[in-house]
């Protein structure tokens, strides 16, 4: 019997660049037929993690979503909320902070996921996702007051989960990309435009 193969390893991380946020890094790994490669990466600075809110208004049942700006597609994303997760905090403190904070919503964590990799061909990032509610019978909650920072452009969007792929439907007809992660949320509820 032939000796398997080692697994791949990275050997070395060489910078790139690095701005205030992201950094580019070339990987050189040593693939499983021992030959070494290289990979270009971006990673975030003092990455903690990111969090991704799948957030429901109880008792009408509407996802709470976000129309935000992204510059790297120059253009308006239809997302969930999700923000950075800060040194010290928790994943699910980041998601009660971060939904407040683009949507102006008051709501509580029901679970938290495992940390589960953004876009592995081309980063590092983690992201955890989280459930919330949100209720709508709360006082701060009948007209949420969002504080995005200076630099997000974020509008709210709310949806009945039924009316979910109409929405998607209308918003790439109307040049709004949609998050990868919203579509899997679409399919997985069994929808299809």
């Not at 019978?137 to 200076?150: F, H, I, Y």
Request: glycine share 8%; proline share 7%.
């Amino acid at each position: 019997m032939a000796p398997s193969a080692p697994p791949p390893r990275r050997l070395t991380t060489t910078t790139l660049a690095a701005g205030r946020f992201l950094r580019l890094d070339l990987l050189e790994y040593r693939g499983r037929d021992g030959q070494p490669r290289r990979w270009e990466a971006a990673a975030r600075q003092r990455d903690v993690g990111a969090v991704l809110m799948i957030a429901v208004l109880k008792p009408s049942d509407r996802l709470v979503l976000i129309r935000q700006y992204r510059p790297p597609l120059d253009g308006m994303v239809l997302e969930f909320p999700a923000g950075l997760i800060d040194a010290g905090e928790t994943a699910a403190a980041a998601a009660v902070r971060e939904l407040r904070e683009e949507t102006g919503y008051h709501g509580r964590v029901t679970w938290v996921g495992p940390s589960s990799c953004s876009s592995p061909g081309m980063t590092s990032e983690s992201v955890i996702l989280a459930r919330l509610e949100i209720d709508e019978g709360r006082l701060e909650n009948r007209q949420p007051a969002p504080a995005p920072e200076d630099s997000e452009e974020i509008a709210v969007c709310l949806v009945e989960r039924g009316r979910l792929d109409a929405l998607l439907r209308a918003e790439q007809q109307a040049g709004t990309h949609l998050d990868s992660r919203l579509v899997a949320y679409a399919m997985g509820l069994g929808l299809s435009w």
